[in-house]
């Protein structure tokens, strides 16, 4: 393999390292011995937007919890509050900073309130210079690159009380050290990669994520044995196109599956996301070959127009996506296929938009996730002078549901009157009588059942299949 052109991360350096181990006892040292009536003071990480973005709020609940915080889920209840941000879209840039607004009060009833925001949104200079100047009470800033040195950013404003700015360099580095703090003890995720290469053209992760780079292999497979030492049940290798994980090491995603499905135990694996442009027979093969791997493939198409599809930079065409969608129907025939899509890219005609409606029709997906386009700065399809107005992208995001949603409740009866194994999240937030969980296809299930069921694999007879959830009863506890 040529490597020349691989991009190789820095690794974080013992010097580093011992820094924030050092910062991170600082802190420890200072929190446990400012009990407030016995009580430790708490930790609240609240994340928007996606599984990586959950990813890593559970890596700075991590750190936290090893400086001496508790870590609890109700900012009201927090003395440090960390607003992780999205910034894949408008609507999610809006909320972090209105949530991040809403926190100016709890400051006031506690002066000793510590905010810090992260993430993508901050990882961007003109939003951190405006948390800078419009929000005063804001402590700290740092974006995706920083967060392994999230100890020795706190430790400088909790002994310095001088607020920090910390935005995106470009010094991208993967950190194999940085302690985690699961929600869930039963379903992990794991990144096995980070950033993006591809430039989509709407698309702002790239400038805020940075290139592409993997995790080592042994890295991967130590932490997945651990967590099914450790019983969970359901592992979620993230990245941003696990398809083309493992460059740098002359190895594929398929290498790195199969290698973890040799890992003994009781557990399911799924990924996201995938690029069309990268899945390959190998990829295909692998899954098809291991029942340990859900039966979900979610392969966003974003658009059923090659034209928008080449404006989009996502280099293939509507060909070369369905030959893949066959093949792997034709490898996994019991496979759930969901996608994105994105309505309204920039020079979206009515006939551009009609081939979207053609490829839902012809794929049939079990579940898509749209979205209205929204304008990135810095993005290239942000400079175009043929932005679709407003009204005509809602319409069409509306169209399109009505579209699909026929298309979906075709999809679930399939399962009308079958048992399928679902992993029990609990009670559901939705219809507190009922129990949830998804199956293979990562469909929503809905059950009666009992605390003791949650964290557990349940087979259940599904008795109702709709588009979005599906009803049945517990046979098999
Ligand atoms: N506008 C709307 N949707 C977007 N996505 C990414 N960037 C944008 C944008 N600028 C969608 C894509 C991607 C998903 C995670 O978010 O469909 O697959
Ligand atoms: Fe964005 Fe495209 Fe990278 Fe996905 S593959 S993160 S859509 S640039």
């Not at 708490?42 to 400086?67: L, P, S």
């Not at 920090?164 to 869930?184: L, Q």
């Not at 407003?390 to 949603?405: H, I, N, P, S, Y």
Request: glycine share 6%; proline share 3%; hydrophobic share 35%.
């Amino acid at each position: 393999m040529d490597n020349k052109n691989i991009y190789r991360a820095r690794k974080i350096t013992e010097e580093e390292i011992k820094r924030q181990a050092d910062c991170t006892a600082k802190v420890r040292e200072r929190i446990l011995s400012e009990r407030d009536g016995g009580a430790r003071r708490a930790c609240c990480v609240v994340t928007y937007g996606c599984q990586q973005n959950e990813a890593d709020g559970e890596r700075i609940a991590g750190m936290a919890r090893d400086m001496g915080y508790t870590i609890t889920y109700t900012p009201e209840d927090a003395e440090l509050i960390i607003v992780n941000t999205c910034a894949v879209r408008d609507h999610a840039e809006k909320k972090a900073l209105s949530v991040t607004g809403g926190y100016k009060h709890l400051k006031v009833k506690n002066p000793d309130l510590k905010i810090g925001v992260c993430g993508c949104m901050v990882s961007q200079e003109k939003m951190s210079e405006k948390l800078k100047k419009s929000y005063p009470y804001v402590d700290f800033v740092f974006g995706t690159e920083s967060i392994w040195r999230f100890p020795e950013i706190l430790c400088r404003n909790l002994f310095t009380e001088k607020r920090g700015f910390y935005e995106n360099t470009g010094d991208e580095v993967i950190s194999e050290e940085m302690p985690v703090e699961r929600k869930s003890s039963f379903s992990a995720w794991v990144s096995i990669m980070y950033g993006c290469n591809n430039f989509c053209t709407y698309c702002i992760v790239p400038y805020v994520r940075g290139r592409e780079r993997s995790r080592r292999p042994e890295d991967i497979i130590k932490e997945v044995e651990q967590l099914v030492d450790d019983g969970y049940k359901e592992i979620t290798l993230l990245g941003q196109n696990v398809n083309s994980y493992g460059k740098e090491y002359g190895v594929d995603f398929a290498d790195l599956l199969s290698d973890i499905c040799k890992i003994d135990g009781d557990y399911v694996l799924r990924f996201m996301t995938s690029h069309p442009k990268d899945v390959s027979d190998k990829l295909i093969d692998v899954i098809a070959q291991n029942p340990k791997i859900e039966r979900h493939f979610h392969l966003p198409v974003q658009s059923g127009s090659d034209r928008m599809l080449k404006a989009m930079n996502r280099h293939y065409d509507t060909e070369k996506y369905l030959a893949a969608v066959n093949k792997i129907r034709e490898k996994v025939p019991d496979i759930s296929l969901s996608t994105d899509i994105i309505v309204g890219f920039p020079g979206e005609s009515e006939e551009d938009f009609e081939a979207t409606l053609d490829i839902l029709r012809k794929v049939k997906y079990d579940m898509i996730f749209s979205f209205i386009y929204s304008k990135r700065d810095g993005t290239p399809a942000a400079r175009s002078t043929e932005q679709v107005p407003d009204d005509v992208k809602t319409a069409r995001f509306l169209r399109m549901l009505k579209v699909q949603e026929p298309i979906a409740d075709e999809r679930a009866a399939r399962y009308k009157g079958q048992v399928v194994r679902v992993l029990c999240e609990g009670r559901s937030k939705n219809n507190e009588a009922m129990f949830t969980g998804r199956d293979s296809g990562m469909k929503i299930v809905l059950f009666e059942g009992d605390e003791s069921m949650t964290g557990r694999f349940v087979d259940v007879k599904i008795t109702e299949a709709r588009a979005f959830g599906m009803t049945g009863v517990v046979v098999n506890k």
